[in-house]
């Protein structure tokens, strides 16, 4: 209101102040507001969409479901920033080609699983040799079960396999020394192959033992890939012409002549672009994948 001299006064000056700065304290309230809301939703949508691959799923969910990363700060484990499975019993059933496999983790990315039994007895070789490619066993896990598996087949993943093996101090010598030898800094690189379907390498079977008994040897003790049988391993002794790596009935690794009949689980990666549709893991509830 004007005064007698045709000015606005004071106090309406100030009420016209108060009354714009509570609007312009609504109008920030509700820009901070929907910003957030709009990150929160832009987060979500993140998740989901990173979600949709299996192995982003197991990573970005590894501590509620029980996967150990193996970074550098964790005590005698890989350090191959894999994500793994460790423990007597863990949440890691999946079903493919409707028949249960387990998850040993994800690594280099991939998720790599293990049939959860058997799919045959036999041995590695009739003719006397631990060569990985002129053995019988390679030839069955890359011919004949491979045939089993219809059009799920696209959704393995071709995978480097170090099949150079390891001494036959490894059932004495610690995990870690296992692994740099057969798949780590030690490895023979000249001694590789590229393929689908494989067997477990002795030191996958080592990190699968709770973490407490990283600093040891190889053991069964809390170790989930412990069945009670015994299975073959990918890995051959390379001090010898005619031994293989097996995991025995009492959990050990040992080893065993090429011509001895045990069983086989065959191993392999699934491809990167395999999605999670649900399942929380269990035996009862695997987990359920789609290309």
Do not use: C
């Given at each position: 209101?004007?005064?007698?001299?045709?000015?606005?006064?004071?106090?309406?000056?100030?009420?016209?102040?108060?009354?714009?700065?509570?609007?312009?304290?609504?109008?920030?309230?509700?820009?901070?507001?929907?910003?957030?809301?709009?990150?929160?939703?832009?987060?979500?949508?993140?998740?989901?969409?990173s979600d949709t691959t299996f192995s982003r799923y197991l990573i970005n969910h590894a501590s509620e479901l029980g996967l150990v990363h193996h970074n550098s700060s964790l005590t005698g484990g890989a350090e191959d920033n894999s994500y793994r499975y460790v423990g007597s019993n863990p949440n890691n059933y999946i079903l493919f080609n409707d028949e249960m496999y387990r998850i040993i983790g994800v690594i280099n990315d991939r998720v790599k699983v293990i049939k959860d039994s058997s799919v045959t007895a036999m041995a590695v070789s009739t003719s006397d040799t631990n060569y990985y490619v002129n053995a019988e066993i390679y030839s069955y896990l890359n011919t004949t079960f491979p045939n089993s598996l219809g059009t799920n087949i696209d959704l393995l993943a071709t995978s480097t396999y170090y099949i150079g093996g390891i001494t036959n101090n490894s059932t004495t010598d610690t995990i870690k020394t296992v692994y740099d030898n057969e798949v780590g800094e030690d490895r023979n690189n000249s001694t590789r192959i590229n393929t689908q379907v494989s067997l477990l390498y002795a030191s996958d079977y080592a990190y699968a033992t709770d973490t407490s008994n990283y600093n040891g040897h190889i053991t069964g003790s809390n170790n989930w890939l412990n069945n009670g049988t015994n299975y073959w391993t990918a890995s051959r002794v390379n001090t010898s012409n005619n031994q293989f790596f097996y995991i025995s009935s009492s959990g050990n690794l040992a080893i065993g002549n090429v011509a001895e009949t045990y069983q086989i689980r065959p191993v392999f990666s699934l491809v990167s672009t395999v999605r999670f549709v649900g399942g929380t893991g269990s035996s009862t509830d695997p987990y359920r994948i789609e290309g």
């Amino acid at each position: 209101m004007k005064n007698k001299n045709g000015f606005i006064s004071i106090s309406v000056v100030y009420s016209f102040f108060m009354v714009f700065l509570v609007l312009l304290l609504f109008i920030v309230n509700n820009l901070v507001s929907n910003r957030t809301l709009i990150n929160s939703i832009k987060d979500e949508i993140k998740d989901e969409i990173s979600d949709t691959t299996f192995s982003r799923y197991l990573i970005n969910h590894a501590s509620e479901l029980g996967l150990v990363h193996h970074n550098s700060s964790l005590t005698g484990g890989a350090e191959d920033n894999s994500y793994r499975y460790v423990g007597s019993n863990p949440n890691n059933y999946i079903l493919f080609n409707d028949e249960m496999y387990r998850i040993i983790g994800v690594i280099n990315d991939r998720v790599k699983v293990i049939k959860d039994s058997s799919v045959t007895a036999m041995a590695v070789s009739t003719s006397d040799t631990n060569y990985y490619v002129n053995a019988e066993i390679y030839s069955y896990l890359n011919t004949t079960f491979p045939n089993s598996l219809g059009t799920n087949i696209d959704l393995l993943a071709t995978s480097t396999y170090y099949i150079g093996g390891i001494t036959n101090n490894s059932t004495t010598d610690t995990i870690k020394t296992v692994y740099d030898n057969e798949v780590g800094e030690d490895r023979n690189n000249s001694t590789r192959i590229n393929t689908q379907v494989s067997l477990l390498y002795a030191s996958d079977y080592a990190y699968a033992t709770d973490t407490s008994n990283y600093n040891g040897h190889i053991t069964g003790s809390n170790n989930w890939l412990n069945n009670g049988t015994n299975y073959w391993t990918a890995s051959r002794v390379n001090t010898s012409n005619n031994q293989f790596f097996y995991i025995s009935s009492s959990g050990n690794l040992a080893i065993g002549n090429v011509a001895e009949t045990y069983q086989i689980r065959p191993v392999f990666s699934l491809v990167s672009t395999v999605r999670f549709v649900g399942g929380t893991g269990s035996s009862t509830d695997p987990y359920r994948i789609e290309g």
